[in-house]
């Protein structure tokens, strides 16, 4: 009987959902969102709440001036994150604008900025 | 465009349960009524004219937001995961069309494709294993009704037996599967009210709890009156699965608009 309860609660646990979004939010980011860092980036990693199309995803950065940084091709290392390379970043602001879709296929569009600190 | 989903969306589900649910019923109840073949064929055209539909939608809408176009287009799209399911969802319906005895065998996993392209299957395979019940339970209580509103009149008492035994099987599946969908997707009380999806999915339980009603009445007050030989029940059963259908598509149009609305959440960063 006692075996049966603790099958019971195991299974409930791990059938006690956990938060869904469905359309990929942006989770997290690095360099972080709002971010300054000391040094230049090598690279820019945006990580999503679901898994994500790549083929349908795009990410620009722009700096202060508006003028578009031209960034590696972009990379699907994991289902839920993307990568692109970038170039010796200047210090300043930086605006990262984001659009992925979802692996139902949802669109999801966002920006965020940082901030590379001069010497 | 989200609305032209929406609404293709629905008639996708609509046809999809009326024809994997008619095809259980056949398996599980009796052979369908010359009416019920019917409505089985016209389920799978409906399928074989919305999924293209479908495809194409979504392709516009892919390209509105990447700009990918042309042959690309649908190349990508055929490999995202969304299209691989596509492209099994038609296999399968040309399997489901053709009559062979593996029809009734294949009708409950074909409805799985549906589950893992939307948003249980975006969120990971257990969600998409629940909606998958949710879905097989739906097709079976509202695709053997279908059935039965199709029977030549009177309704036999034989075939109300075993369609209220399967839908009262059907209902104990969907409403677990229905909470954990809920709880899933609304994860704070309050989003019930504060957001687009909360309203929509308090819509869909308020159509649902009409439903249930009406097939309790079915349970407990009709298909009884019918074995017990009473004259009037046959028509009275029959008016209230009319009714069960009316409602149950409107249900199953609240539930298309969830799959196109996003989650509620707090603001992401």
């Given at each position: 009987?006692?075996?049966?309860?603790?099958?019971?609660?195991?299974?409930?646990?791990?059938?006690?959902?956990?938060?869904?979004?469905?359309?990929?939010?942006?989770?997290?980011?690095?360099?972080?969102?709002?971010?300054?860092v000391?040094?230049p980036?090598?690279?820019?990693?945006?990580?999503?709440?679901?898994?994500?199309?790549?083929?349908?995803?795009?990410?620009?950065?722009?700096d202060?001036?508006?003028k578009?940084?031209?960034?590696?091709?972009?990379?699907?290392?994991?289902?839920?994150?993307?990568?692109?390379?970038?170039?010796?970043?200047?210090?300043?602001?930086?605006?990262v604008?984001?659009a992925?879709?979802?692996?139902?296929?949802?669109?999801t569009e966002?920006?965020?900025?940082f901030?590379?600190?001069?010497? | 465009?989200?609305a032209?989903?929406?609404?293709?969306?629905?008639?996708d589900?609509?046809?999809?349960?009326?024809?994997?649910?008619?095809?259980?019923?056949?398996?599980?109840?009796?052979?369908?009524?010359?009416?019920?073949?019917?409505?089985?064929?016209?389920a799978?055209?409906?399928?074989?004219?919305?999924?293209?539909?479908e495809?194409?939608?979504?392709?516009l809408?892919?390209?509105?937001?990447?700009?990918?176009?042309?042959?690309?287009?649908?190349?990508?799209?055929?490999?995202a995961r969304w299209?691989?399911?596509?492209v099994l969802?038609?296999?399968?319906?040309?399997?489901?069309?053709?009559?062979?005895?593996l029809?009734?065998?294949?009708?409950?996993p074909?409805?799985?494709l549906r589950?893992?392209?939307?948003?249980?299957g975006a969120?990971?395979?257990?969600?998409?294993?629940?909606?998958?019940?949710h879905?097989?339970?739906?097709?079976?209580?509202?695709?053997?009704?279908?059935?039965?509103?199709l029977?030549?009149?009177?309704?036999?008492?034989?075939?109300a037996?075993?369609?209220?035994t399967?839908?009262?099987?059907?209902?104990?599946?969907?409403?677990p599967?229905?909470?954990?969908?809920?709880?899933?997707?609304?994860?704070r009380?309050?989003?019930?009210?504060?957001?687009?999806?909360?309203?929509?999915?308090?819509?869909?339980?308020a159509?649902?709890?009409?439903?249930?009603?009406?097939?309790?009445?079915n349970?407990?007050?009709?298909v009884?009156?019918m074995?017990?030989?009473?004259?009037?029940?046959p028509?009275?059963?029959?008016?209230?699965?009319?009714?069960?259908?009316?409602?149950?598509?409107?249900?199953?149009?609240?539930?298309?608009?969830?799959?196109?609305?996003?989650?509620?959440?707090d603001h992401?960063?």
């Amino acid at each position: 009987m006692k075996s049966r309860l603790r099958l019971l609660i195991v299974a409930g646990v791990l059938a006690t959902p956990a938060p869904a979004r469905a359309h990929a939010f942006l989770d997290h980011a690095d360099p972080r969102v709002g971010s300054t860092v000391s040094s230049p980036p090598a690279a820019l990693m945006l990580t999503f709440t679901e898994p994500i199309e790549a083929a349908f995803s795009h990410v620009e950065v722009t700096d202060a001036a508006g003028k578009r940084i031209e960034t590696g091709p972009l990379e699907h290392p994991a289902p839920a994150t993307i990568t692109v390379s970038l170039p010796g970043l200047a210090p300043g602001s930086y605006r990262v604008t984001w659009a992925v879709v979802s692996v139902d296929t949802h669109p999801t569009e966002g920006h965020f900025a940082f901030v590379v600190k001069g010497p | 465009m989200t609305a032209a989903l929406t609404v293709v969306g629905w008639l996708d589900l609509v046809a999809a349960i009326v024809l994997a649910g008619g095809l259980l019923h056949a398996r599980l109840v009796g052979a369908p009524s010359p009416a019920g073949r019917r409505a089985l064929g016209r389920a799978a055209l409906a399928l074989a004219i919305v999924l293209p539909l479908e495809f194409g939608l979504t392709a516009l809408r892919m390209y509105e937001v990447s700009g990918v176009s042309g042959a690309a287009l649908v190349w990508d799209l055929l490999w995202a995961r969304w299209g691989e399911l596509w492209v099994l969802r038609c296999l399968g319906l040309a399997v489901l069309a053709s009559s062979t005895r593996l029809d009734a065998v294949l009708a409950a996993p074909w409805l799985l494709l549906r589950s893992f392209q939307g948003h249980a299957g975006a969120h990971g395979t257990v969600p998409a294993l629940i909606d998958w019940l949710h879905l097989i339970a739906a097709a079976v209580w509202i695709g053997t009704l279908v059935q039965l509103a199709l029977l030549p009149r009177p309704l036999p008492a034989v075939v109300a037996g075993r369609v209220r035994t399967l839908a009262t099987l059907a209902l104990a599946v969907l409403v677990p599967a229905g909470v954990y969908a809920a709880v899933l997707h609304v994860q704070r009380l309050d989003l019930l009210i504060r957001s687009p999806y909360g309203l929509a999915l308090l819509g869909k339980l308020a159509l649902a709890a009409v439903l249930v009603a009406l097939g309790a009445a079915n349970h407990f007050r009709h298909v009884p009156a019918m074995r017990r030989g009473e004259s009037a029940a046959p028509a009275q059963l029959a008016r209230a699965v009319g009714a069960e259908l009316v409602i149950a598509a409107a249900v199953l149009l609240v539930t298309s608009v969830l799959g196109a609305l996003p989650m509620p959440h707090d603001h992401p960063p």
